[in-house]
């Protein structure tokens, strides 16, 4: 079991940042992606970003590319995504996931086994 505690939400106005950070603990060994996702009201959950926990590889979504950074640190067993230049329609509750399937093989949501309880970003225009 691994379980996943999200951080850092909150609202924020449009062109501003902010910080997530995702903290995991239990058997963190088996986790070989970490990624965040977002639910916006009335959407399907999708993949924000991606990052393999060895070697550090990253995926992200083509909407928040270059506006959006996602790291990890291993030693201290947190994920973090930064985002920048925020649009209201990044407005969504984001959710921290592990998969133990590689990063070439973690791009949806059924690929991940474990999910933090979500945060709320709300981005007012």
């Known amino acids: 079991q691994v379980q996943l505690v999200e951080s850092g939400g909150g609202l924020v106005q449009a062109g501003g940042s902010l910080r997530l950070s995702c903290a995991a603990s239990?058997?963190?060994?088996?986790?070989?992606?970490m990624a965040w996702f977002r639910q916006a009201p009335g959407k399907e959950r999708e993949i924000v970003a991606a990052?393999?926990?060895?070697?550090?590889?990253?995926n992200y979504a083509d909407s928040v590319k270059g506006r959006f950074t996602i790291s990890r640190d291993n030693a201290k067993n947190t994920v973090s995504l930064q985002m920048n230049s925020l649009k209201p329609e990044d407005t969504a509750v984001y959710y921290c996931?592990?998969?133990?399937?590689?990063?070439?093989?973690?791009?949806?949501?059924?690929?991940?086994?474990?999910w933090g309880q979500g945060t709320q970003v709300t981005v007012s225009s």
């Open positions: 239990g058997r963190t060994s088996s986790s070989n992606t």
């Open positions: 996931a592990a998969s133990g399937r590689i990063l070439a093989f973690a791009k949806s949501a059924p690929k991940y086994d474990y």
């Open positions: 990052i393999a926990t060895s070697g550090g590889a990253t």
